[in-house]
């Protein structure tokens, strides 16, 4: 399992981040500190094992029986550029607390998407890839959909990812801002980290 992959549970990730910069800790331990059932926490330790993002320890402690398991993470687990997601997740919060206007997220967003458009001349196909690779996605476009992968949605925001899936649909919208496409029927599956979108000539086109 590849590592961003591997944290891309919000459970995992959280065990990760509590585990990061701490002496090795047991399953009980991290099951404490995160909130989680000890089982849960086993299962998920597991997972950060096999990806090589955590490290299994088991020592002696001089007293019978099995050898005491601990856990503790490998200094280079976090991916490339996540050295900024706790602020997002931070800032993504303080927006849900806000219970701000969907539109006008939605337009904040599209302004993004114009600013980060490209030149005029790039084909369009070229300028959505490249915005939404500024936002954390794998991108394609296959026929007429815009398919979104590797989703950070639920990474910025695992409590309400659809706010930012939100700000992803305003931006992918600033870009296509008078291209003559438009972005419609967009899917979003936060679970699975994926995201879709029809594109289509826009109206009055």
């Given at each position: ?44 330790l597991a997972a950060l094992d096999e990806a090589g ?153």
């Amino acid at each position: 399992m590849p590592r961003v992959d591997a944290v891309a549970d919000p459970v995992r990730l959280a065990i990760a981040r509590w585990l990061a910069g701490r002496a090795p800790a047991s399953a009980h331990d991290v099951a404490a500190g995160v909130g989680v059932h000890p089982n849960t926490a086993r299962a998920h330790l597991a997972a950060l094992d096999e990806a090589g993002i955590a490290e299994r320890l088991a020592r002696s402690d001089g007293r019978r029986g099995r050898p005491v398991v601990r856990y503790r993470m490998d200094p280079g687990w976090m991916p490339a550029g996540d050295e900024l997601l706790a602020l997002s997740e931070l800032l993504a919060a303080a927006l849900a607390a806000a219970d701000p206007d969907a539109p006008a997220m939605r337009e904040a967003a599209a302004r993004w998407g114009r600013h980060h458009a490209g030149a005029e001349d790039e084909p369009v196909e070229r300028r959505l890839l490249a915005a939404a690779g500024r936002l954390g996605f794998r991108a394609r476009v296959s026929g007429d959909r815009l398919e979104l992968r590797a989703c950070p949605c639920p990474l910025v925001a695992p409590d309400r990812p659809e706010l930012v899936c939100g700000l992803a649909d305003g931006a992918i919208d600033g870009v296509l801002d008078g291209t003559g496409t438009a972005a419609t029927g967009h899917r979003h599956d936060p679970a699975a980290r994926e995201c879709s979108a029809t594109l289509a000539a826009a109206a009055g086109q």
